[in-house]
């Protein structure tokens, strides 16, 4: 369950970059250590029951990516709270600490501890991550031979392989051919019949219908509208 | 405290491959990293050995001092990255961002012990003292690790806000190396400064360290001294770590 409460985000950007020690002092001593505030989330609030699949749309710049950072910790709100209670598994890019000397295999075992996975549950899986991702005859090749294509596959598959008690989902179900991504549709709708509570961010409404029961408007940082993902995509799309 | 044995696959998996990914294509691994120190103390000895010629066995005295300085500025010099240098991870996924110092500390910690174990036998021939108290180098090394530990943690959040701080961090590394006793006796050092001198704790566990590896002894003081500073850093890095990880997925 996830429940936020009235976050609020607000981001700090220096009119000069400054990241050296001396540049800090230097500013400090003219005086002049000026930033501009940006609301990047205001007054959010909103809940997720066990095992649900929320989509959440909006245009570019409208905050979904700072919510899901916030809801796993990433980010901490400058206002309201956030309740979670489960583990969250967040995918907001795929295959994230691959290393390109290490082995398929290697790499599995890798990314996996650091989706939060143990190693005895990779191991467990390893085949089937390999047979998800239909890269079999590649495991014991070093990554940096993969393809862009294989590389994705490779991640998704192994972030799906165990089941999670929350997962959260920033655009990446886009990656590999079409039968790929529908394969993709397929775990995230069998994950959720198996009790996984989902948050789905998507720029593609077809995506949030077919997969959501409930979807969220996100525009400049607040809900515009949140319900059936019919109403929602309307008020998105007009 | 206990989340570093929950999530040990995490730290387990992250200092194996760190481990892999620094000795690849190196066949000789660890025996290259031993050439470096090697030369190193050889030539401190042959620069100082006439002025300190009263010094017991000044090469062995040498090679203990600059191996065991080595862990502390290899460790911090590449773990002061450990956060900055792996920002994706920060970013993007929620692991407890603690473990990427302790890994890099770690897999340190490990080929520090492995060249030291190599040296035991090259002081032996040199004519070290080595009985007993040897058995207290693998504590002596948790101790060491601990500090190290602490002080990363306090280095590479830190680092995150002042991306500068590894070039002056390098430069107070070197003050550090003729402010602790690896080349010269503590002896030499006048003994009105000695109190203060001795406040560096570097210097208690350089001692304890030729204590069990070529005295055979060991100065009860400098151990207590050695210890109440490794929790003291690693207190102060863990609490510091705390306060400035919370701003680290706006700045990274």
Same mark, same amino acid.
């Given at each position: 369950?996830?429940? !936020?409460?009235?976050?609020?985000?607000?981001?700090?950007?220096?009119?000069?970059?400054?990241?050296?020690?001396?540049?800090?002092?230097?500013?400090?001593?003219? +005086?002049?250590?000026?930033?501009?505030?940006?609301?990047?989330?205001?007054?959010?609030?909103?809940?997720?029951?066990?095992?649900?699949?929320?989509?959440?749309?909006?245009?570019?710049?409208?905050?979904?990516?700072?919510?899901?950072?916030?809801?796993? +910790?990433?980010?901490?709100?400058?206002?309201?709270?956030?309740?979670?209670?489960?583990?969250?598994?967040?995918?907001? @890019?795929?295959? %994230?600490?691959?290393?390109?000397?290490?082995?398929?295999?290697?790499?599995?075992?890798?990314?996996?501890?650091?989706?939060?996975?143990?190693?005895?549950?990779?191991?467990?899986?390893?085949? @089937?991550?390999?047979?998800?991702?239909?890269?079999?005859?590649?495991?014991? *090749?070093?990554?940096?031979?993969?393809?862009?294509? *294989?590389?994705?596959?490779?991640?998704?598959?192994?972030?799906?392989?165990?089941?999670?008690?929350?997962?959260?989902?920033?655009?990446?179900?886009?990656? /590999? $051919?079409?039968?790929?991504?529908?394969?993709?549709?397929?775990?995230?709708?069998?994950?959720?019949?198996?009790?996984?509570?989902?948050?789905?961010?998507?720029?593609?409404?077809?995506?949030?219908?077919?997969?959501?029961?409930?979807?969220?408007?996100?525009?400049?940082?607040?809900?515009?509208?949140?319900?059936?993902?019919?109403? %929602?995509?309307?008020?998105?799309? /007009? | 405290?206990?989340?570093?044995?929950?999530?040990?696959?995490?730290?387990?998996?992250?200092?194996?491959?760190?481990?892999? &990914?620094?000795?690849?294509?190196?066949?000789?691994?660890?025996?290259?990293?031993?050439?470096?120190?090697?030369?190193?103390? &050889? !030539?401190?000895?042959?620069?100082?050995?006439?002025?300190?010629?009263?010094?017991?066995?000044?090469?062995?005295?040498?090679? !203990?001092? #600059?191996?065991?300085?080595?862990?502390?500025?290899?460790?911090?010099? %590449?773990?002061?990255?450990?956060?900055?240098?792996?920002?994706?991870?920060?970013?993007?996924?929620?692991?407890?961002?603690?473990?990427?110092?302790?890994?890099?500390?770690?897999?340190?910690?490990?080929?520090?012990?492995?060249?030291?174990?190599?040296?035991?036998?090259?002081?032996?021939?040199?004519?070290?003292?080595? /009985?007993?108290?040897?058995?207290?180098?693998?504590?002596?090394?948790?101790?060491?690790?601990?500090?190290?530990?602490?002080?990363?943690?306090?280095?590479?959040?830190? *680092?995150?806000?002042?991306? $500068?701080?590894?070039?002056?961090?390098?430069?107070?590394?070197? #003050?550090?190396?003729?402010?602790?006793?690896?080349?010269?006796?503590?002896?030499?050092?006048?003994?009105?400064?000695?109190?203060?001198?001795?406040?560096?704790?570097?210097?208690?566990?350089?001692?304890?360290?030729?204590?069990?590896?070529?005295?055979?002894?060991?100065?009860?003081?400098?151990?207590?001294?050695?210890?109440?500073?490794?929790?003291?850093?690693?207190?102060?890095?863990?609490?510091?770590?705390?306060?400035?990880?919370?701003?680290?997925?706006?700045?990274?």
């Amino acid at each position: 369950m996830i429940e !936020v409460e009235r976050v609020s985000k607000k981001f700090r950007l220096p009119t000069e970059k400054r990241t050296t020690l001396f540049e800090e002092i230097l500013a400090f001593i003219k +005086g002049k250590r000026e930033f501009t505030e940006f609301w990047a989330l205001k007054d959010v609030s909103f809940k997720v029951e066990n095992g649900e699949i929320l989509g959440i749309i909006g245009p570019n710049g409208s905050g979904k990516s700072t919510l899901l950072k916030i809801i796993a +910790g990433i980010l901490y709100p400058d206002e309201g709270k956030v309740y979670v209670r489960g583990k969250i598994t967040p995918i907001l @890019e795929l295959g %994230v600490g691959f290393d390109p000397e290490l082995t398929a295999k290697e790499n599995a075992y890798l990314y996996g501890v650091i989706m939060g996975f143990k190693r005895s549950e990779i191991r467990s899986k390893i085949d @089937e991550i390999f047979k998800f991702a239909e890269l079999e005859k590649f495991r014991n *090749m070093k990554l940096k031979n993969f393809s862009s294509g *294989m590389y994705a596959r490779l991640a998704f598959a192994t972030a799906v392989a165990t089941e999670p008690e929350i997962l959260l989902i920033d655009e990446v179900l886009a990656v /590999g $051919d079409i039968s790929f991504q529908k394969r993709c549709i397929e775990r995230i709708k069998e994950l959720n019949e198996n009790g996984t509570t989902i948050i789905l961010v998507s720029h593609s409404p077809n995506l949030i219908k077919e997969l959501c029961k409930r979807s969220m408007l996100l525009e400049n940082g607040s809900v515009k509208a949140i319900g059936s993902p019919e109403e %929602v995509i309307k008020a998105y799309i /007009g | 405290m206990f989340g570093f044995i929950q999530k040990r696959d995490l730290i387990l998996t992250l200092t194996k491959y760190e481990f892999k &990914l620094r000795y690849r294509g190196a066949a000789l691994g660890v025996l290259w990293s031993l050439l470096a120190p090697f030369l190193l103390a &050889l !030539v401190l000895y042959f620069v100082f050995r006439n002025i300190f010629a009263f010094v017991e066995n000044f090469a062995i005295y040498v090679l !203990v001092g #600059v191996f065991v300085f080595r862990f502390f500025s290899v460790a911090t010099s %590449v773990g002061i990255n450990s956060i900055l240098g792996k920002s994706h991870l920060i970013t993007k996924t929620n692991l407890n961002r603690e473990f990427l110092p302790f890994a890099t500390t770690i897999s340190y910690a490990i080929s520090s012990f492995i060249e030291l174990l190599i040296l035991i036998p090259i002081v032996l021939f040199l004519g070290a003292k080595i /009985g007993f108290w040897l058995l207290f180098l693998p504590f002596l090394h948790v101790i060491y690790t601990i500090f190290v530990y602490g002080l990363n943690l306090l280095l590479s959040a830190t *680092m995150v806000y002042f991306r $500068d701080l590894n070039q002056i961090w390098e430069v107070l590394t070197n #003050v550090l190396f003729f402010a602790s006793p690896i080349v010269y006796p503590i002896s030499v050092i006048p003994e009105e400064l000695r109190q203060i001198y001795m406040l560096n704790p570097i210097t208690a566990i350089i001692e304890l360290y030729r204590g069990v590896m070529i005295y055979n002894s060991i100065e009860i003081s400098f151990l207590i001294y050695a210890i109440a500073s490794s929790f003291l850093m690693f207190l102060a890095g863990y609490t510091a770590f705390k306060k400035l990880q919370t701003r680290f997925g706006e700045i990274l």
